[in-house]
């Protein structure tokens, strides 16, 4: 039986976003999808997920932090789809050439300049 480099990335405590781009990359380029990932259908793909993350909430209405009155499938379908989106998200990061992480420190960064703490 063929051991599969993915197996037992449950594990995995934390993850980095280098190492998502990293698999990913590998992922398509062993089954020759580099291709047809260019930005433009690498959008269209993660707008897709995310329709698919909606629909899960769709006639939900609010739902309480921690989804406590969901069942365990639901969750797990709620993880695929979320894993679905942030895949296709560091992906197309990955193909534009920028740096996701950091990107993402930046913005976090200038919204707390943009947006101080008001002392009450």
């Not at 969901?70 to 894993?83: C, I, N, V």
């Not at 930046?106 to 009450?120: E, G, H």
Request: net charge negative; glycine share 6%.
């Amino acid at each position: 039986m063929e051991h599969h480099p993915l197996e037992g990335s449950k594990m995995v405590k934390d993850v980095s976003l280098q190492q998502l781009k990293d698999m990913l990359a590998e992922f398509a380029r062993v089954r020759g999808w580099e291709q047809y990932h260019s930005p433009r259908n690498l959008l269209l793909a993660l707008v897709g997920e995310v329709g698919e993350l909606s629909e899960i909430f769709q006639w939900k209405g609010e739902v309480e932090r921690g989804l406590p009155n969901w069942s365990p499938d639901d969750k797990e379908h709620l993880e695929e789809e979320l894993s679905d989106v942030l895949l296709y998200l560091v992906q197309l990061a990955d193909v534009c050439g920028l740096d996701l992480g950091q990107a993402a420190l930046t913005k976090i960064l200038k919204n707390a300049r943009k947006y101080p703490i008001n002392p009450t």
